[in-house]
């Protein structure tokens, strides 16, 4: 089961999958020029929101649609350093 983590840090915003940087998937939408973000609504955590629902799926068009949703119920709720498993993931697009 896939592991995603954030953090913030003196030297920036930290997401991972697995430990490993989570890619933002710009070639599939790019929603903001200005990274990651989370606990609240915008741009930066729908880009995020996008990256977690590819790396989920492996499903772009699906991810680039429920990105806003998932946003909005999860990203946006998140607190400053936060954990998702891949099947609290799963559990919320479900919901969706």
Request: hydrophobic share 40%.
């Amino acid at each position: 089961m896939k592991i995603y983590e954030g953090k913030r840090t003196i030297d920036g915003l930290i997401v991972t999958v697995d430990g490993k940087p989570l890619d933002e998937g710009y070639d599939i939408k790019r929603f903001t020029r200005f990274g990651f973000e989370w606990t609240y609504e915008g741009d930066s955590p729908r880009q995020l929101a996008l990256a977690i629902l590819a790396d989920h799926t492996g499903d772009a068009a699906r991810a680039v649609a429920l990105s806003e949703p998932f946003m909005k119920k999860v990203i946006a709720n998140l607190d400053q350093d936060w954990r998702l498993t891949g099947d609290e993931v799963a559990a919320v697009l479900r919901g969706l």
